[in-house]
């Protein structure tokens, strides 16, 4: 009796759960397929089949259309996703009544994914491997620059004129009248010399994506360092942003020196170009673009390797003031940045 | 023994109850005021005459359709289904509503020594969803203003004419809000919805509209507004807008405030193309003072979804009505007529679905705000 007490507890509240309304799923529209060969319609056996051979296409075609790297790590769990898939896809709804079409019963359906399940399946797989590695000490180094002041040259131009005269005289036949004209024929050419304008940088370290990237990097499980504890100067990587558009070789190995003696296994850097203001033409709004370059190297053997990479990427974002478009940008494109060099660890660190 | 079972039937009738009151309880929904659908640069010339008067504030610094429309909204709320509205609340909701102007339309023609006035406004009761910034529903109201006057309108005529057809008790927005609100409600997530994708005009159409040869495209928005208002009016099935009026399927909301929300209108379950093939006038019977013209609107309507390439629904639907014209009547207003049988049309349209017992079963009972 307890156990039925137990069973219509437990019933209740399964219920009372299944009515909570407005999750954000993703929606993906499939056709599900049974074949019914000797007649023109569907059990009601085979209508559940139909549908659960639509939940396995909607699971399907929402993991086709995911970055490579995301497919890759769902690929190594597509057992489990389609063994709990209506955790995974757990509403279908059919779009229409089905078709009997040669041999097959088909039903279009509209079919919700779980998003936070599957991050969550590709947290717990991925949090196992790095287990099997024991804890893994990440540094990252993020900087930025913008343009400080642009000096704009114009086309040097070199100009060769040539002048030549004629007089053309057109006398009438009397000889008392007559009309002259004069004639005169320039000839111009040369060339323009054009010199790309002189953009002078101002590099900083943007504190308002340090807590954003970090949080990515420790949601996948890695032990974030702070680049002082392990004696990497994030200043040299942004003066060297300033000068030229990549870090210099120098300032690499020091930082790769550092990391190694501390005993960090990946060292993470980005850099982070912002580009100009424009007015939002949809919204009226401040937009700044951001375009980002990242890398991650291996410091776990003898030799540091990059790892993996990502960019270069362009990120906007809106604001209602410059500035508040530009922390919006920086944070869009760190985080994304961050997000895929993660997925590609985690792939790494699988393997 | 006995205690135990009706213990058991307690407690399954009381989790029942706790189970049916958490699936009715109202949901909170936040009103986030009137606001302008487009660009924030375009409002001014957009809907020139309604943000000149939503630019004149009260000495609490509001405009009309602050005041006027949260006071309509607060005397209303409690006529919506399933909905807890909240104005001027601290409320955690995610879930707003607005009231946007999607379009706003006038036109002047001089006929003979008359002038006809046409006066388009297009709204929608916008649901949203402020945390994956979506619209969730759109509730469309369509209203269409025809006069005629002996004197040309000028700019004040315009602007007063705008706040009647916002705000007056018998023909405006408001009161035809008034008329639905009841059937106004927040959808349960497992009912599908439906979205006019294309309005088309074939030439034969565009042939008799001549008040919109400069931009086609306006006519197309106001079919497509109109369409989708018979279809949630008559229907009672749940719409998003039209995706023409808004590429990329974004939707800017620009607020009374000057705020700007950007919100992703998620893919419809079903599409439709709306085709007007030809608008037609036609002489039926020649009489004494007057002659009878046979005015006609053909469309085809498609239902359809272009991500399964489905077909539900296609058929050509007709409407004529015959006008008589005085044979002393210098110039006869066919615009008018065209507007009205296309109008007419849309309710043929809307009987032959409700007679189409299959396709009703199948794809409008799916859709039905319940």
Known sequence: MLKQIMMVLIGGLLLSNATVAHAEYKQVKVIGKVETKFIRTATTGQKKLALEDARKKALDKYISELDSQRVRILNNVIDQLRQNLSTYVPEVVALDDGNWNDGYWTIGVQASINEAQIEEIVNTYTKANVKKQGETFLSFVFVAREADSVRKFDGKKTERVADSEAVKTSESEDGASGTSEKVSEKITGG?????????????????????????VFNKAEFSVVEPFEAQIDPKSFASDFVESDEISDATKKAAVDAAKKAGLNYLAVATLDVGEQIVDQATGMQKVYVRVNGYVWDLNGKFTKKICSVGPVQFSGLGEDPKVAKTNALINAASAAAKDLVDQLRLKQSM | MIKMRK??????????????????????????????????????????????????????GRSVFDRDIQKFIQDNASAMLGINLKISDESQTKIAMALALTRENISVVNVDDVFKVVVNLSCNLTFLNFDGMKVVATY??????????????????????????????????????????????????AVLNMKVLNVIVEDEAKANLQEYKNDFGVFESIVAQRFSDALSNKLNVSLLPYAKDYLGGRMSLVFSDARVQDFQIPNASYGIDFTLRKLTKELYKEGIGDDAFLYGAYTTIKFYDPDLGRTYWDQKIKFGAVKNVPKLQKTTDDFAIFDEMTGMVMGEVIKKIQDDKQFYKEVVTRCLNK
């Open chain 1, 191 to 215: 060339s323009v010399e054009k010199k790309a304008d002189k953009i002078s940088y101002r590099s900083y370290i943007p504190e308002d994506i340090g807590s954003k990237v970090s949080e």
């Open chain 2, 7 to 60: 213990l058991l039937i307690f407690l399954y009738l009381y989790l029942s109850f706790f189970c049916i009151s958490a699936y009715s309880a109202p949901q909170d929904v936040k009103y986030a005021g009137f606001a302008f659908v487009g660009n924030f640069d375009d409002i001014a010339t957009r809907f020139k005459y309604t943000s000149a008067l939503n630019s004149k504030k009260d000495e609490n």
């Open chain 2, 140 to 189: 469309p109201i369509y209203l269409e203003y025809i006069d005629v006057r002996k004197e040309a309108p000028d700019e004040a005529y315009k602007l007063e004419l705008i706040k009647r057809l916002f705000f007056a008790d018998d023909f405006s927005i408001m009161k035809k809000l008034k008329d639905r609100i009841g059937s106004i409600g927040l959808k349960n997530d």
